[in-house]
């Protein structure tokens, strides 16, 4: 069965500080990984996309990777900032749409000043 | 730019009653998306759409009706409310592949 799995749950930092996301996938046959992030009340925001080929891509702060081979990616969020409090989703595409999309269940991350 | 607007935000219904969700987008999209989000649970697709005239199930249809008559305005229908109906749908939309764009969501309870 085609599965994405996050961990930590949920996760409280102090401001300024790093940490790193995970997300554990079982989809098959896989075309590419997103992150997402999704504030309290508010819809999903894209953060990245990595295909198959992209093992690390950065969008400021964050920086996600991805080891197709052993189904596996992270997000790292660095100096972390009070805005960062959110959600942040993993989410894999079975094939090269939007219409087979595997979402996990989010890492709730609250930063603490 | 609005993007994609979502109404009402929230709504209480009592079950057996119908109500429909409204999602407009303003990026002349083609592709859109009806979604429901339960605690602790990833995100479900529920129809989706590939242009005006066009709208396909998706993993969690029952229940749910759409039409999509314009590129903009993709409603969605819940004819009979259940308490199992009770979630936060968020309408998305794409130009195909690209990442999706979403609203700020309905918030639904079915009581």
């Known amino acids: 069965k085609n599965q994405v799995e996050q961990s930590p749950q949920s996760l409280i930092i102090l401001e300024g500080k790093n940490c790193t996301l995970q997300?554990?996938?079982?989809?098959?046959?896989?075309?590419?990984l997103r992150w997402y992030k999704q504030d309290t009340g508010r819809g999903p925001v894209s953060l990245t996309i990595?295909?198959?080929s992209e093992n690390t891509k950065s969008n400021g702060r964050y920086t996600a990777t991805l080891d197709a081979d052993t189904k596996q990616s992270s997000l790292h969020i660095t100096a972390s900032q009070l805005s960062d409090s959110a959600s942040y989703i993993c989410?894999?595409?079975?094939?090269?749409?939007?219409?087979?999309?595997?979402w996990g269940a989010g890492t709730k991350l609250i930063i603490k000043p | 730019n609005a993007g994609v607007t979502q109404t009402p935000k929230f709504r209480i219904l009592k079950i057996g009653q119908s109500m429909t969700l409204q999602c407009t987008q303003d990026?002349?999209?083609?592709?859109m998306y009806w979604y429901r989000q339960d605690p602790g649970m990833g995100l479900k697709l529920i129809y989706y759409?590939?242009?005006?005239?066009?709208?396909d199930k998706g993993e969690v249809p029952n229940g749910y009706n759409v039409s999509r008559s314009t590129t903009e305005d993709f409603p969605l229908r819940l004819e009979l409310a259940a308490p199992s109906q009770t979630s936060v749908y968020f309408c998305?939309?794409?130009?195909?592949?690209?990442?999706?764009?979403f609203g700020n969501g309905t918030r639904l309870t079915v009581t």
């Open positions: 998305a939309s794409s130009q195909q592949v690209t990442p999706l764009h």
């Open positions: 990026m002349n999209h083609n592709y």
């Open positions: 759409s590939v242009g005006a005239g066009i709208t």
């Open positions: 989410v894999v595409s079975a094939e090269d749409s939007n219409y087979q999309l595997i």
């Open positions: 997300c554990n996938y079982t989809v098959s046959p896989f075309s590419n």
């Open positions: 990595m295909t198959f």
